[in-house]
């Protein structure tokens, strides 16, 4: 009796495994899928060679502004905070349904630092939200990035209020 | 006192221009006398004069002295017949009596102030041996109504024009070796590019295209690479690459952090660049091979915007008690000096081509100037006045 009940919830796990692989739904880091993982578990994104497909940016795109909502970010920060995490998969159930759609993840910085820093910083972001997003089983062709520092806030305060809807990642969507 | 008020009616009635009759003792100035220089009375006279005067004044070694109370007198005329300026120029020691310069500068009347600045900067390398900073220009980022588009400018912050008119976002701009292009950072598409403008045909070139970021760096003094972030490799690191064929040599390989705004050491050897590997923005140095870095900067909690200059000082901001302010380190000893501790922002400074002067973007109250700081102690000075906002200045060099 022991022994059979043990049997079928090896299967039924080995099952979840395999299915969780097709389907991409949520799954626990595991090795050898190409990605590395920060001590939070938060995705880091392939080391070498972005999976970017072609290395180089296409001209030929049509792209257009998206209804998904920005992603936040902490002061000086690329970790996607938990509360962050159901917006990424939005846009991950949205791509999986549309496969000729690519995203475009844009990062933003506050005014804070260096234009020149903050330029590479939102890159950070841009990139943590698209490993992200390649975790969740999205193809890494499929996602673009591109950063603007801090040189398009979307509020124009000088205090943390404005600080803080500036320090954002959002996306647009290309054919 | 008839005497004295003899020479002041004398000095306002005759055809020069009266000069400034300052004296300052004990400032470690070289005195220069102008006031044997005449001039026809038109525009184009008046404007070589100010021009000059203006730029001996900031060389920052020299001072405007008095007649016969001077080390120097520069005299001779300067003439507008309707065409073409002509200044005669002779600069003579005052004791024992030598003369050290005589030049003609000749131009066209669009001519006259870049003809001016050429005179100051020779004045200033025959008197004391320095180099000026007059006939360099200031490439700067402005922001006149809602978008930031790129402008050059002379040395005095006049004579400003703009290189674009995209309305996109724009950075990190970077002259070449030799004045003739200048480099930037834009998103012209729906990507970040480095583009290149050549200045003479006013054509631009899109050089860097890559995934991800592409951020324009500083050309090594040879003018043949340019450091620049690309993450197409997973996270913005640094690699240089080499202007005649694009090819890319990775320098930094930091998987947990970002590197940007890199500047070349003057013999070419070694960048200066900012990483924040050590978890908050710093100043490392790596050899132009790559290798292992060294940190040179420890304290302080980000310091951004490095710009190596001709006598081997770094120039950079550092954010302290809130406020981002100008300091420089020597790479060898390690000695930092702060340079301005106002409350206000000061960002991207960049050294004039004499290494002792530096321009600043100001931000104080939310309005964004550039200033000529000095280093010797001279008091800053409003560079551009005009109407905007103004980013990232950089002297030609």
């Known amino acids: ?175 | 006192m008839r005497s004295l008020l003899t020479l002041l009616f004398a000095l306002l009635a005759s055809s020069s221009l009266a000069s400034d009759i300052v004296i300052r003792k004990g400032t470690g100035k070289t005195s220069v006398d102008l006031s044997g220089m005449t001039f026809s009375a038109d525009t184009a006279a008046r404007d070589f004069f100010t021009t000059l005067q203006t730029s001996l004044a900031r060389s920052g070694w020299l001072e405007q002295g008095r007649p016969g109370a001077s080390e120097y007198r520069v005299s001779g005329p300067v003439q507008f017949d309707g065409a073409t300026i002509r200044a005669q120029l002779t600069v003579a020691q005052v004791a024992p009596p030598r003369v050290v310069l005589t030049r003609t500068y000749n131009g066209s009347a669009a001519e006259v102030r870049r003809r001016a600045f050429e005179a100051a900067d020779d004045i200033v390398e025959e008197i004391t041996g320095r180099r000026g900073f007059a006939s360099a220009r200031l490439l700067l980022v402005g922001r006149q109504g809602q978008a930031k588009e790129l402008y050059i400018s002379d040395s005095d912050g006049r004579g400003m024009y703009p290189l674009t008119n995209d309305k996109k976002v724009i950075a990190a701009p970077r002259w070449g070796h030799d004045g003739r292009n200048i480099f930037y950072t834009a998103n012209l598409t729906a990507f970040q590019g480095i583009y290149q403008i050549d200045l003479s045909t006013r054509k631009r070139f899109r050089i860097a295209n890559y995934s991800g970021s592409n951020i324009s760096g500083g050309v090594s003094p040879d003018g043949r690479y340019m450091a620049i972030i690309l993450s197409k490799d997973g996270n913005p690191e640094l690699y240089v690459m080499r202007l005649s064929d694009r090819q890319l040599t990775r320098i930094t390989r930091t998987p947990r952090a970002v590197e940007s705004s890199p500047s070349w050491s003057p013999d070419g050897r070694q960048i200066v660049y900012v990483s924040d590997a050590a978890g908050t923005p710093h100043l490392y140095i790596v050899s132009r091979e790559g290798g292992t870095p060294r940190q040179l900067t420890t304290r302080g909690r980000q310091n951004v915007s490095p710009d190596w200059g001709p006598q081997g000082e770094i120039v950079y901001s550092s954010l302290i008690g809130g406020k981002f302010q100008v300091c420089t380190i020597n790479p060898q000893s390690g000695m930092i000096r702060q340079l301005t501790s106002d409350y206000a922002d000061h960002e991207d400074p960049s050294w004039a081509p004499n290494g002792r002067h530096i321009a600043v973007a100001r931000t104080e109250a939310y309005r964004s100037r550039v200033y000529l700081i000095d280093t010797m102690g001279d008091p800053p000075i409003l560079l551009v006045d005009t109407q905007g906002d103004w980013f990232a200045p950089k002297w030609s060099r």
């Not at chain 1, 022991?2 to 949520?26: D, E, Q, R």
């Not at chain 1, 070498?48 to 290395?55: I, N, Q, R, W």
């Not at chain 1, 939102?122 to 990139?127: H, I, L, S, T």
Request: glycine share 12%; charged share 25%; proline share 3%.
């Open chain 1, 1 to 175: 009796m022991k022994y059979s009940k043990l049997f079928i919830g090896l299967v039924v796990l080995a099952a979840m495994v395999m299915t969780s692989g097709v389907t991409g739904c949520k799954k626990k880091p595991k090795s050898g899928d190409g990605l590395t993982y920060d001590e939070f578990g938060n995705v880091l994104g392939p080391m070498d060679g972005a999976g970017y497909g072609s290395l180089m940016n296409p001209d030929d795109l049509q792209v257009v502004a998206s209804q998904f909502q920005p992603v936040f970010f902490d002061y000086d920060s690329a970790q996607i905070a938990g509360s962050e995490r159901a917006k990424l998969e939005q846009v991950a159930d949205y791509l999986r349904g549309n496969m000729g759609i690519g995203l475009i993840v844009e990062g933003h910085c506050d005014e804070r630092g260096s234009n020149e820093y903050n330029l590479a910083l939102g890159e950070r972001r841009a990139q943590a939200v698209r490993a992200y997003i390649i975790g969740l089983g999205i193809e890494a062709d499929r996602i673009r990035t591109v950063s603007y520092g801090e040189e398009q806030p979307m509020a124009f305060g000088h205090d943390e209020a404005s600080w803080r809807q500036n320090r954002r990642a959002q996306f647009s969507l290309f054919q």
